[in-house]
């Protein structure tokens, strides 16, 4: 008989927030797993306001791994949002012979960009890292190249490819919320990091090529926030949206004139590629995209010919690119039906959530061979 996991164990080290593209991933990937039958248990560290030192983070993901180690024993499987902190859960599993899958968003450098004091432990929690990949049933990550990164790094074999998606429900053409402003506007989104290319964004409003009357409305929050604010308070055509719930950013999307996913990570994902959710969601809208020329991101964009593709960090061929589609309504119609339609096939979070419950039923086999 086929086995089957029935109960699941998914470990997130740190909390979701709405307005994170954490908080849609790790919550569609559940739902999905639920509407197939799977008891999915989260665990995750308490929601706090305001910053926690590192001794209360640290206290954080202690319990929470605590919390989990003693229910262990009631689970088929456990999914781990892979961090370099989670070594007593995965160890527990281990012992426990409960089968372990983890998902790997990013290489190494990603940690010393998260927390900066772990640079001078940068060797250490490498190989603690890579020791854990090695030790895990299965790896999950969100492009192929990322898979390959992996395989190499450590030496991993049952890798795969799980991209990120969108809600086909809260993202879809015709949305329309009530902030979402009259007139022609360019659309960004999420978190507000240093590699998500705000400073281009902003550059670009100010460029002589941008579209006369065309406005840049972002919403999140994030390190980046006070420049957002600063330039929203100086000139009128860039709007701050503050942080929309997760359901409520899809009628902000829907009536843009396009969806601006211009990151630039200097470097660090040249070799492991982005799959940005936003991408997806922006598509998902049946608006056209307009992205960097970074991998995990143009090829969709190419493949289905849903946008434009330009180098990152280029104020000018930012504007350039929106100023295109505003003066070609028809070419950008036609971009964004194609866009929604890839989405719709292949990549709503529903298709998701089937793909990893077919990854956690491959190791719950691998184990009951064992």
């Keep these: ?30 739902a999905g797993l639920r ?25 954080g ?17 456990v999914y781990l949002r892979g961090h370099f902190v989670a070594a007593l859960a995965i160890w527990a599993a281990k012992v426990l012979r409960i089968p372990l899958v983890i998902e790997v968003n990013g290489p190494h450098e990603d940690v010393y960009t998260m927390y900066p004091w772990t640079r001078r432990f940068g060797g250490f929690l490498r190989a603690l890292t890579r020791h854990q990949h ?33 809600n086909l429900d809260h993202f879809r053409p015709g949305l329309r919320d009530a902030r979402a402003p009259g007139g022609p506007y ?17 550059a670009a409003v ?20 006070p420049a957002v604010e600063a330039a929203a308070r100086e000139d009128g055509r860039v709007v701050y949206a503050g942080v929309l719930p997760y359901r409520e950013l899809g ?35 049946g608006i056209p995209v307009v992205v960097t020329d970074l991998p995990g991101q143009f090829e969709v964009v190419e493949a289905a010919r849903a946008g434009l593709v330009l180098p990152p960090g280029d104020p ?14 028809d070419e950008a119609r036609a971009m964004g039906a194609r866009g929604h339609e890839l989405v719709a096939r292949e990549h709503s979070w529903d298709r998701r959530g089937q793909d990893t419950l077919e990854v956690l039923e491959g190791v719950a086999r691998g184990a009951s061979r064992a």
């Design 61 to 77: 993901f202690l319990t929470v791994q605590l919390r989990l180690v003693a229910r262990l024993a009631d689970y088929d499987a």
């Design 186 to 202: 360019a659309v960004f989104f999420g978190a507000f990091s240093p590699w998500q290319g705000i400073a281009t964004m902003l």
């Design 316 to 329: 000018g061929a930012l504007a350039r690119a929106v100023a295109h589609l505003a003066a070609h309504p």
């Design 251 to 285: 009628g902000l999307v829907a009536p843009a004139t396009v969806g601006l996913c211009v990151k630039d990570d200097g470097g660090t994902h040249a070799a492991t590629g982005w799959s940005p959710l936003k991408l997806y969601e922006m598509m998902a809208t």
């Design 35 to 59: 509407r197939r039958g799977v008891t999915v248990d989260l665990f995750e560290p308490p929601r706090r306001e305001g910053s926690q030192g590192l001794a209360g983070r640290a206290w």
């Design 1 to 30: 008989m086929k086995p089957r996991i029935r109960r699941l164990a998914y470990l997130c080290m740190q909390a979701t927030r709405e307005g994170q593209a954490s908080y849609a991933h790790v919550n569609e990937i559940i």
């Design 206 to 225: 100010r460029h002589p090529d941008w579209p006369a009357g065309m406005k840049l409305v972002l919403a999140g929050d994030g390190t980046e926030r």
């Design 134 to 166: 090695r030790i895990a049933d299965a790896i999950v990550t969100v492009t192929p190249q990322m898979a390959q990164w992996v395989k190499d790094d450590c030496g991993a074999e049952n890798v795969h490819v799980v991209p990120n998606g969108a």
